[in-house]
């Protein structure tokens, strides 16, 4: 998917949010639904996609969203001056059932595409 950010800037992300995913969150925060979370780079850890920042997520309302998915009562979204985390790249977010934690996966095979 392609996201306009502004006179001529557009840039390709996609992010994949399942079902189990979508109940950790819930479990996680232990809030009733709905409420927002916010997926946002974070400078800590060693990081698959940017080294040095990881993926992390809070319980926040939007300011200036950039990018928006609503999943069983979840709103997840990304502000608009975090969407350079994703750019080019499509970000899924499972549940690993032997771990009992959400997993994050990054492919990063998009093509980017020139307004």
Same mark, same amino acid.
């Given at each position: ?5 502004? %006179? ?7 992010? @994949?949010?399942?079902?189990? *995913?979508?109940?950790? +969150? #819930?479990? !996680? ?19 698959? %996609? ?7 997520? @809070?319980?926040?309302?939007? *300011?200036?969203?950039? +990018? #928006?998915? !609503? ?45």
């Amino acid at each position: 998917m392609q996201y306009q950010l502004g %006179k001529g800037w557009c840039i390709n992300m996609f992010i @994949s949010i399942d079902e189990k *995913a979508s109940s950790w +969150f #819930t479990r !996680e925060f232990e809030l009733n639904k709905p409420f927002s979370i916010r997926m946002f780079p974070q400078y800590a850890g060693f990081g698959q %996609k940017h080294k040095g920042y990881s993926l992390a997520f @809070s319980v926040e309302h939007p *300011a200036n969203i950039g +990018f #928006t998915k !609503e999943v069983n009562g979840i709103t997840f979204y990304v502000e608009g001056n975090d969407v350079w985390f994703f750019e080019d790249t499509e970000t899924y977010l499972s549940f690993d059932d032997f771990l009992d934690e959400i997993q994050v996966t990054f492919k990063e095979d998009m093509v980017t595409a020139i307004n």
